[in-house]
């Protein structure tokens, strides 16, 4: 079955620093999604892009937050300046039809 | 603005006994509907979608779901618990096909022997 996958499964960073997780959507899927699971709290979203721009985005997806589709398989949420709230577990999911999201395993994202 | 309600926060539950998750949602027309488990560590996996037709909708594992339109309602079964059942359980709600899925805070689920 085919999958999404996220690179790295675990990142620590410090504080201030810049961090790039990635992502390798299922290949015959348009439409890219990242949410975000602080411990102990319920999934939100961040942002959705189709179609190489952002359709919409969160709150919480403020200046800091980037996205990129750089190829044609990977799909990129850079965080310029991270902040120990930043630290969560991060999900990218695509789909190509009706709803049918699949999420990757998540990058648990650590900032010291 | 859509929002979903998990009344329970904690369930403990025998192992073979049966299982009703509850999930209500804030939306003027009809969702569609998820439930999604998360095992400790792990990623999200869709149990079981909602969008149209037979309120009752069968998913993985052995899991059923049972949209209600009067209530409002989203509410997961499953006849008999397995060891294995023991996770975060989200219900899930979108707007349209393309729309950001909101979730709600979860259901966690712990079975004893």
């Known amino acids: 079955e085919p999958e999404v996958t996220q690179t790295p499964s675990h990142q620590v960073t410090q504080m201030g620093q810049e961090v790039i997780l990635r992502c390798v959507p299922i290949?015959?899927?348009?439409?890219f999604y990242w949410y975000r699971q602080i411990l102990g709290q319920k999934v939100e979203f961040l942002v959705s892009f189709y179609n190489n721009e952002i359709s919409e985005k969160s709150e919480i997806f403020d200046d800091q937050f980037s996205v990129e589709r750089p190829d044609g398989s990977n799909f990129t949420l850079k965080i310029r300046s991270t902040k120990l709230e930043d630290s969560a577990m991060y999900f990218c999911?695509?789909?190509?039809?009706?709803?049918?999201?699949?999420f990757g395993s998540g990058t648990r994202l650590t900032v010291v | 603005a859509q929002s979903v309600t998990q009344p329970d926060i904690h369930i403990t539950v025998s192992e073979g006994a049966s299982l009703e998750l509850r999930c209500n949602y804030s939306?003027?027309?009809?969702?569609?509907l998820f439930w999604y488990v998360q095992s400790p560590g792990q990623g999200l996996q869709l149990l079981l979608k909602?969008?149209?037709?037979?309120?009752l909708v069968q998913g993985i594992k052995g899991f059923e779901a049972e949209f209600k339109r009067s209530q409002s309602s989203f509410n997961l079964r499953k006849p008999s618990v397995h060891w294995s059942d023991a996770a975060e359980y989200f219900c899930?709600?979108?707007?349209?096909?393309?729309?950001?899925?909101?979730f709600g805070p979860g259901t966690s689920l712990s079975v004893i022997p």
């Open positions: 290949s015959n899927h348009l439409y």
């Open positions: 939306y003027g027309a009809t969702p569609y």
């Open positions: 909602y969008f149209s037709g037979d309120t």
């Open positions: 899930a709600v979108m707007k349209t096909s393309y729309d950001k899925v909101i």
């Open positions: 999911a695509s789909s190509a039809d009706r709803g049918l999201y699949t």
